[in-house]
DNA sequence: AATGAATGAGGGTTCATTCAT
DNA sequence: TATGAATGAACCCTCATTCAT
């Protein structure tokens, strides 16, 4: 740490980091280490100076920013959270594609990458700790997991609507388009060493899967590119 | 606690438990009260001392049978698994179903039950916690999942070698099957009190959906008796 | 510390020291411990790894008994409030001296002690840190302050009652029989080492000055037997 | 505090607060902030970023006048000290009144004033901190105490030598005066919300109690004008 | 001269673990 | 075997102090 301090200030003396610069940057820089941490370790088990060093900043300066262990927390899986979502559902309204395509198509793509993804983390995070911060629970369902539900109900009735799919309970539990991200991710975390498991496929094969099941009566397989 | 001991000692006075009795029973008591505590809390958040006083026990006695608490988280973890799972594997060889009504019956039912058991925080707790104990995670994945995985290919193949079933890339996915499952498990815990979702029918109208996907055309449809 | 631990368990082999015997008299010395090290510091100065030092236990140990620093500093105070008052005050029910040789007698001789005594550490303590806590403060004041109040003003009303003193103001303000022994503890504490001050000769002088100014016309100096 | 600094710029803009002005008095704005949080809550427990605060000033400039918190408290004790006393004993020797009327006239005014003033609080802090600080003490003691003492043994000589006063022990111990202020600032911030305390009436009746103990037979009783 | 971001030593508190009884 | 007093490492958080700007 000796020597991190040292290297920064040198850059500082170069200029090419300035203070001002830092500062603004800081918070970002925290929640980062901290995201990695909390993904390593869990909450409890990780140690804010742990998170300080990986940020290589002192030991106290987290608590400039954080009021507490749990704000940081809080303020990891928010940073986490953000828009994305906000991308995939501006796509579905916007797009051309029948609905079948844009589920093997663009939503596919989408989970895909989420399984893989630091987001991923997140999610065993809450699902580990959720219950011990309702606060951000409900945060993080508000934001992510309702809307989330909202727009597949959405995009199904769509479907509906336009004659591609039969109307089936899928509609009350777009959950289902779902679920096999969530069984990835933890595969991924816990059994990948083990066995390997082509999450890919498998998101691809429950699509498949759930769209042949619905499809409307007559209507052709919208294959995707793959 | 000084009352409980009192109490028990009591109860131990008088005959009603007998010292040899409660003795040899000890190792469970501890065991299933570390089941609460730590479904309830976490790991981490879970003091022994809790635990111990769950069990009518004094804070030291845990030791005697469990090294560490990693030991008796282990423990706790070993506990649930066991037996449970032979059952319906069992079940699933003998039975004279076909395999949709199969699916739609026994299997359904299993996976319903275990969303709404005690077993299921153990899911949570896996999750949680399983990157951190590599040896309990390869246990759990030897003894549970790996043996779901192949029993569940088993029926599926069954299924097509018997005409019921297309063969498709379920056979190579049976997650597919179960992934809802966690899905279940984690809304309850964390969701269920911003939106209730019933898992029973989610649950069912996953392997509604799947069967009817991968049904062998010509087939009608094999309705359970619900 | 690791001589103070090797040395008890040096005795406790001996059989010099058991363990039950330890533990029922463990509260009380962690409190003498504590109140050297209050004395000592004040409050927030005083490290409770400093208190555990010199009780000659662990770090952890005091808070087996005592919730928190707090709850130990309202402890030590409890401690030394105790009975002391009672003694005076029964005293004072039943002798047979008038009120005059009362006050330079048995009175005089109970607050020349207590300005020597550790009990006035506990009033240094009480006016630095009292109004942080006021809970102790309500405490002392009802255990200490008021009774001592109530008893001064029934022992100068029996004064005046039987003809030995005259009606004054004193009755109204008996705190004024008090105010130099607060003097004399502070300038024990304080100023001792730049002027020495003869406690014990000022909280005589001051009661034989009071009952010079109210004794009734007529009377005797009923000097005490200095 | 963002918007106070912009609301000094935006007044020292309008030449209201003049620059030099306000640079010339910062040391003695600290003093008085630190004073007010010193007395509000001791010395430990003060956080020099509020009394920075306080002073509407930026968290570092404290240092550019203190080196530490301690000599910031000095300075706040020995800011309170200055002057105050000068002026009651200057009265003393100027005065036309006989000792008596002096004592129940000024003197007694300045010790009533004395414990509703914020200087009170000094002693409060002194009593709490002053062994921690020695130098202080010193300084204190020299500057205050021993100044105040030898005067009010100079008064009450005076008293002697013009035939007003017996010669008492009271000339031996003239804290006797003093004692009954201590005890009043102690109870106001101790006790007052638990029994109200006339102490205007409790340091008038010590004096009128004093001088009649030891008023020169004959001689009569020379009441202030109040 | 002034700012306020940054440092890091220090202390209160918890709790897994040990051990005398 | 069983108890629970005792230990002490560890961790969160605070705040006096520094220093780049």
Same mark, same amino acid.
Do not use: I, M, V
């Given at each position: 740490m000796a020597e991190t301090k040292t290297a920064q200030r040198r850059l500082a003396a170069r200029g090419i980091v300035k203070r001002r610069e830092r500062r603004d940057s800081r918070p970002q820089e925290i929640v980062a280490a901290a995201f990695e941490e909390f993904a390593a370790h869990g909450y409890a088990a990780t140690r804010l100076e742990d998170v300080a060093a990986r940020a290589h900043v002192?030991?106290?300066? /987290?608590y400039l920013y954080f009021k507490t262990k749990e704000e940081l927390f809080k303020a990891v899986v928010r940073s986490v959270i953000t828009s994305h979502f906000d991308v995939i559902r501006e796509k579905m309204e916007t797009t051309d594609l029948s609905v079948e395509a844009f589920l093997k198509g663009p939503f596919l793509a989408f989970i895909q990458e989420l399984v893989g993804s630091k987001r991923a983390f997140i999610a065993r995070l809450l699902i580990a700790e959720g219950h011990k911060h309702p606060e951000l629970t409900a945060f993080y369902y508000e934001q992510v997991v309702s809307r989330g539900i909202e727009t597949l109900t959405r995009l199904i009735d769509r479907g509906i609507e336009r004659g591609e799919?039969? /109307?089936?309970?899928l509609r009350d539990f777009p959950q289902l388009l779902i679920a096999p991200m969530l069984t990835a991710i933890i595969w991924r975390g816990l059994f990948e060493r083990h066995h390997h498991l082509d999450t890919d496929a498998l998101l691809a094969t429950n699509i498949e899967l759930l769209t042949d099941a619905i499809r409307a009566p007559g209507r052709h397989n919208q294959g995707d590119a793959r």
């Open positions: 002192s030991k106290g300066l /987290p799919f039969r /109307p089936t309970r």
